[in-house]
């Protein structure tokens, strides 16, 4: 199975700032990355696939890096309708995993 | 636009059984994978099973495995999650997902959830 590891678990920003959140992989999942977001009370929503590819409708300032084991999701100035939770899933091998969330709150 | 409805939740003593239904519509429902993924109160995701846009194959988690069976009527836009042998680690709110492809892919749409309860 594919561990996938986010970090932080809980990040405090500011309206404005820049926010980055980190996943990692137990072993390479190519590009095979995607990233959802989560509010309370919602279902998740996809935000990027293949690791770097923007969903239809989510706004430029959410981007994605990375491939093999080291993801990045960042959010270049946080709105006040991006509190929530993030989830990173790799896509690659069964069983698909998804890693423990980090809760972007603010500060 | 891609709607995905769960239905057949509620509140069922350990050992039980319950059927769960995920109806579709908005998009041409066989020619994408499917699957069900859980979410216990207060904690992440946890993906549980997914089928092939034709039914012909089926995945489960270690956790489910043996006791779920997913399947899916491309006749009717549904897809349904058959649970059995309930326990109360089985006690979260169960996504409907589509994948972005026939056989794989990330999740690209999401319902809104139907809530199981394992107590008695």
């Known amino acids: 199975e594919i561990v996938m590891t986010q970090s932080p678990a809980t990040l405090s920003v500011s309206p404005g700032e820049r926010a980055t959140l980190s996943c990692g992989a137990s072993?390479?999942?190519?590009?095979?990355l995607a990233w959802y977001q989560q509010k309370p009370g919602q279902a998740p929503r996809l935000l990027i696939y293949?690791?770097?590819t923007r969903a239809t409708g989510i706004p430029a300032r959410f981007s994605g890096s990375g491939s093999g084991t080291e993801f990045t999701l960042s959010i270049s100035s946080l709105q006040s309708e991006d509190f929530a939770f993030y989830y990173c899933q790799q896509y690659y091998n069964w069983p698909l995993t998804f890693g423990g969330g980090t809760q972007v709150e603010s500060k | 636009e891609v709607q995905l409805v769960e239905s057949g939740g509620g509140l069922i003593q350990p050992g039980g059984s319950l059927r769960l239904s995920c109806a579709a519509s908005?998009?041409?429902?066989?020619?994408?994978?499917m699957a069900w993924v859980r979410q216990a109160p207060g904690k992440g995701l946890e993906w549980v099973s997914a089928i092939t846009g034709s039914g012909d194959a089926s995945v489960y988690a270690d956790s489910v495995k043996g006791r779920f069976a997913i399947s899916r009527d491309n006749s009717k836009n549904t897809l349904y999650l058959q649970m059995n042998s309930l326990s109360a680690e089985d006690t979260a709110l169960y996504y409907c997902a589509k994948r972005a492809a026939a056989d794989r892919g990330h999740f690209d749409s999401w319902g809104q959830g139907t809530l199981v309860t394992v107590s008695s």
């Open positions: 072993q390479s999942v190519n590009s095979n």
């Open positions: 293949g690791a770097s």
């Open positions: 908005g998009f041409t429902f066989s020619s994408f994978a």
